[in-house]
């Protein structure tokens, strides 16, 4: 049964609408253009996107991951490769992902193929993290179950002490770069008559096409 206050909650969307004159001619450079607008407003973690993957037989799982690069070649993250998510796209190799910027009455939807960043990008990447991250990237192995939180921490301080000064990045950690083929940019309207256009991917060529809300 659903909670009667939960279905009761909702909130009007009173905000410009999407015009497909009016939009970038790649949805690169028109995610760029919404990125912007996220960091101006001051959105918390503006980065963060649901990324969804699944099994080649259809299983699927979806989590938070943060973006730390994008343009026309997609959007990057990185992760531990032996982690579910690598493990799903190394076996099925398409992913979806989503960023919502709800104070903006916005969403972002990609869909496409995944390949691994070069190993030289994830050098330079890992490189900038905070030691505690990078320490951190070594110690876990991402997704497998352990007994407690105190193998976890001693896992940690081995590994703080095995580097006391340039910690390398590991060979099961790295980035996947998500090659769109689909990105649906959808605006917030009143009475949920929401704005919702599309970029397809056609023979190399960008096609923008409205979709129903």
Do not use: C
């Amino acid at each position: 049964m659903i909670d009667a206050h939960v279905a009761k909650l909702r909130r009007e969307f009173e905000t410009l609408g999407l015009i497909e004159a009016e939009m970038a001619s790649d949805p690169s450079a028109q995610f760029e253009f919404w990125f912007d607008a996220a960091v101006d407003a001051g959105l918390y973690e503006p980065t963060a996107f649901v990324l969804a993957t699944s099994t080649p037989d259809g299983r699927p799982s979806a989590r938070a991951v943060l973006m730390k690069d994008f343009g026309p070649e997609g959007i990057v993250f990185y992760t531990n490769l032996g982690s579910r998510k690598s493990l799903e796209l190394g076996a099925n190799p398409r992913a979806a992902a989503t960023f919502v910027w709800t104070p903006l009455h916005r969403q972002v939807r990609f869909e496409g193929s995944v390949v691994l960043v070069e190993s030289e990008v994830a050098d330079s990447y890992f490189s900038t993290r905070p030691r505690g991250a990078q320490i951190a990237a070594h110690a876990s192995r991402q997704s497998r179950i352990v007994a407690t939180r105190d193998e976890l921490d001693s896992r940690f301080r081995e590994i703080d002490a095995e580097y006391p000064h340039q910690v390398p990045r590991p060979e099961a950690w790295g980035g996947w770069r998500l090659v769109p083929d689909s990105v649906e940019f959808w605006q917030g309207q009143p009475n949920r008559f929401h704005d919702r256009v599309r970029y397809h991917l056609k023979k190399g060529v960008w096609a923008l096409e409205r979709l129903s809300p």
